[in-house]
């Protein structure tokens, strides 16, 4: 079974930054397509961004455009969110998941989450 | 952007009840269509994709219909662990986008 370990949260002030990394120690990380989700308290999940297996496709949700980077290192297996000029409601549980070609590229798998909060 | 619309948001029903859950798009999906369960502090739970293919391991009490954009994910007979949220989401286009959930609670 396939597993994700998402890591780089904490607390961070409304304007500051925060990297978010996900690891997938024996995933053939390169064959997967991978995406950023997210969860604010007591609310529904957010879909935020997506990448192809080598980065040349990249999507974001409208709510992050502009200030969320999405990124892979394929040789450290590796997927990255470079979150700029947070905001109070950028405060979730994230989640990092692979679209999946054998469920049709839907999101089987996925990450325990890690925590942002922002807040002053 | 596709606004994916559940009802209803709470479903209270009790062990061995059917539950009916439904997803409405705002425009046509075809069948890119999936659920998903949530249980208290844990990950989502791919359960159906393809509006109607179980996932591994998705018990055959579950069952997904629809097309276009009306879905129904059926719970034939409630079990314990099936007290949790569920939510729909799409993929037919971009940006992906989920449901804001059904939470189906014990009665």
């Known amino acids: 079974q396939v597993q994700l370990v998402e890591s780089g949260g904490g607390l961070v002030k409304p304007g500051g930054s925060l990297r978010l990394s996900c690891a997938a120690p024996?995933?053939?990380?390169?064959?997967?397509?991978m995406n950023w989700i997210r969860q604010t308290p007591g609310k529904g999940l957010e879909w935020l961004a997506y990448i192809s297996t080598s980065a040349t496709t990249i999507w974001y949700a409208d709510s992050v455009k502009g200030r969320f980077t999405i990124s892979r290192d394929n040789a450290k297996n590796s997927l990255y969110l470079q979150m700029n000029s947070l905001r109070a409601e950028d405060t979730a549980v994230y989640y990092c998941?692979?679209?999946?070609?054998?469920?049709?590229?839907?999101?089987?798998?996925w990450g325990k989450g890690i925590t942002v909060t922002v807040s002053s | 952007e596709i606004v994916l619309t559940q009802s209803p948001a709470t479903l209270s029903l009790s062990p061995g009840e059917k539950a009916t859950l439904s997803c409405r798009a705002s425009?046509?999906?075809?069948?890119?269509l999936a659920w998903y369960q949530q249980t208290p502090g844990q990950a989502p739970r791919l359960l159906i994709y393809?509006?109607?293919t179980r996932a591994t391991g998705t018990p055959a009490r579950f069952s997904g219909s629809g097309s276009g954009t009306d879905f129904t994910l059926t719970i034939s007979s409630l079990e314990p662990e099936d007290f949790a949220v569920y939510y729909c989401q799409q993929r037919s286009n971009w940006p992906r986008t989920f449901g804001q959930g059904t939470k189906v609670e014990i009665k």
């Open positions: 425009q046509s999906v075809s069948s890119y």
């Open positions: 393809d509006a109607s």
């Open positions: 998941a692979p679209s999946e070609a054998r469920v049709k590229y839907y999101m089987d798998v």
């Open positions: 024996g995933l053939t990380f390169s064959d997967y397509y």
